[in-house]
């Protein structure tokens, strides 16, 4: 116990509080107008490795805040820091250090630290900072975090409204991790790979979360830079491939593997192929859901909303029965398209074809019924 006391103790340095306070601007007028002395930056130097050191060893009991934690939290510790960077000249290197804190900070401590305002806020002033006009240097470690922070989220949903809300303190773009992410999609290297990954983490969360699917298909420019990209990368492949001898018939992967137009355009198109993945998995689950309940449902009034539900129902515009019509021709859609790539894997081919057999099975659920109304429209189709 009197480890912790010293330890609050230490934080609580009254000459480094003083010193955040001093070169805060919105605390005193005149902040901007001072410059920051070497003593005064070693101090708050020192304090910043100690306060991350205590944050992360730190281990609460149940569900509570740890002491130091507390402490940071309200004392708005992690904001007073972001101000005092601006207030010295806010540099590649310093933005650096400061993503670097904050990868540690939410990979390594044992408390859920972006469940807490205070030090999300600062975090999100941060990563805004980072944007548009960084070095190579600020994005890899920026690309780093971002995958991070994607990786935790869709461990713990129930962070992601908290992301929006303080996008929209901010007065950016809401869910700004994900826009963020976005001009990376066809970057090549490490942190174009990187980025991808994030990427999909939430885009498995938009499966489940319409929020999410909604934010992504209206207010962000993720699918149009995602085909867009794809077709200049297609446009940059080489017009002639070396002679392979006479037996050579396809691009197999030891093949495209020694060209880096190649190998940058199927990074694209795997992470499409993952994209779509996930979207058609959603559909086949949806479908085999409505299956189930109309195997269930003996009440004969139930009964007759499911299938006034299926019957007369429409979707942007379109009956739901001529959707789910659609779908048992789906296989033979993308027959061609799977035909002519190679996709790295067969997953996708897999689930398609298992989506025509689930919508199948619904079908042989309806015509199990014997509803008259039922058959007209299926003979009808």
């Given amino acids: 116990m009197q480890n912790v006391v010293d330890d609050i103790e230490t934080l609580s340095n009254t000459k480094v509080l003083k010193i955040l306070e001093k070169h805060d601007p919105l605390k005193n007028t005149q902040a901007k107008y001072g410059a920051i002395s070497p003593d005064e930056a070693s101090t708050v130097q020192n304090y910043v490795e100690h306060m991350l050191f205590l944050l992360i060893e730190e281990q609460a009991k149940d569900a509570s805040m ?15 820091l972001f101000l005092w960077s601006l207030r010295r000249e806010f540099t590649d290197e310093t933005k650096i250090e400061q993503l670097k804190m904050y990868e540690m900070l939410v990979t390594q401590s044992h408390q859920p630290l972006l469940h807490h305002k205070p030090i999300l806020k600062p975090l999100m002033m941060l990563l805004s900072s980072c944007s548009g006009t960084a070095t190579p240097t600020v994005e890899t470690e920026l690309v780093v ?10 461990k713990d949903p129930s962070i992601l409204e908290l992301f929006f809300h303080t996008s929209e303190d901010q007065g950016a773009a809401n869910f700004l991790i994900f826009s963020l992410l976005i001009p990376f999609i066809h970057r090549e290297g490490t942190v174009g790979q990187q980025a991808r990954d994030a990427l999909l983490f939430i ?15 209206e207010n962000t420019y993720f699918c149009p830079v995602l085909a867009t990209g794809l077709s200049g ?13 006479e037996e050579w018939h396809c691009l197999l992967k030891d093949d495209w593997l020694l060209s880096p ?11 499409c192929n993952a994209v779509i ?4 998995e959603e559909v086949m689950t949806t479908t085999a859901y409505l299956d189930l309940f109309l195997r269930s449902v003996s009440e004969p009034a139930l ?65 199990g019924l014997h509803c008259e109304d039922v058959m007209l429209q299926l003979v009808l189709r």
């Fill in 303 to 367: 009964l007759k909303i499911f299938l006034r539900f299926i019957l007369l129902h429409r979707h942007e515009n379109v009956h739901i029965l001529d959707t789910l019509t659609s779908r048992i021709n789906t296989p033979f859609r993308y027959a061609g398209k799977i035909g002519k790539v190679q996709f790295p894997d067969e997953k996708l081919t897999f689930i398609i074809f298992q989506l025509c057999v689930v919508s199948l099975a619904l079908f042989r659920t309806l015509i």
């Fill in 277 to 280: 993945q996930v979207t058609v």
């Fill in 203 to 217: 885009m498995s969360l938009s499966a489940e979360n319409n929020v999410v699917a909604n934010h992504i298909a």
């Fill in 261 to 271: 137009a190649l190998v940058q355009f199927m990074n694209s198109l795997e992470f």
């Fill in 145 to 154: 975090l971002l995958n991070q922070l994607c990786s935790i989220i869709a």
């Fill in 66 to 80: 740890g002491s130091i934690l507390e402490f940071v939290v309200s004392e708005n510790i992690m904001e007073k």
């Fill in 233 to 245: 990368l297609y446009s940059s492949l080489p017009t002639k491939l070396e002679e392979k001898g």
